[in-house]
């Protein structure tokens, strides 16, 4: 989710859209790569020692050290996009999503929330951002992500993977610590 928000962002219509492509090109691969490829890879050693059972982590203890490592790829995704010459709606996105992952993570010991709820939410709260910041008709890319939230809940639901609150919760989360973190910082 991560990644496509930042290819929303090169694509929003605002003067975010016009950085140059090797900016564009650095940034997303910053982005993929501490927030999908690292994360992804270490999925195998836990597996092997057990810190995870499955790759679905149903116990919501499982989630305790993957979130705490994206979390921490999160502070260190904004830490090198910090370091970039960019506008900071770049840095405050990944913010947003840190702060998200940290909530999350303080809830895991209580709640199962959706992980993926969270990154759809995150999703949304951009592109709530970017139409009422910004003022820009995104409107079609909301009702899509919006669309693609309820799919994700839904089947969520009849895998029976999650019940209805914590796929209400899990959208929530991201949909507002995203949206205020880039609203206040």
Known sequence: MPSLGYL??????????????EY?????????LCTFI????????FLYQKIILDINMTQARERHIPLVISFIMFIL??????????PPDFNDF????????????LAVSKWKISLHMVGIGGLAGLISYLIIHMQVNL?????????????????????????????YIGFFVGLVIVASVMFIV
Do not use: Q
């Open 94 to 105: 990944c913010l947003g999503c840190a702060a998200s992952a940290f909530i999350v993570l």
């Open 139 to 167: 409107g079609f890319y909301l009702i899509i992500t919006i669309l693609a939230a309820g799919i994700t809940g839904t089947a969520r639901l009849l895998l029976d993977v999650h019940k209805p609150l914590e796929i």
């Open 38 to 45: 690292i994360p992804l890879s270490i999925m195998p050693f």
């Open 77 to 86: 995704c904004y830490i090198l996009l910090k370091k970039i010459p960019i």
């Open 24 to 32: 564009k090109k650095m940034i997303l691969l910053i982005v993929f």
């Open 8 to 21: 929303l962002l090169f694509n929003s219509g605002t003067y975010l859209a016009y950085l140059p492509f």
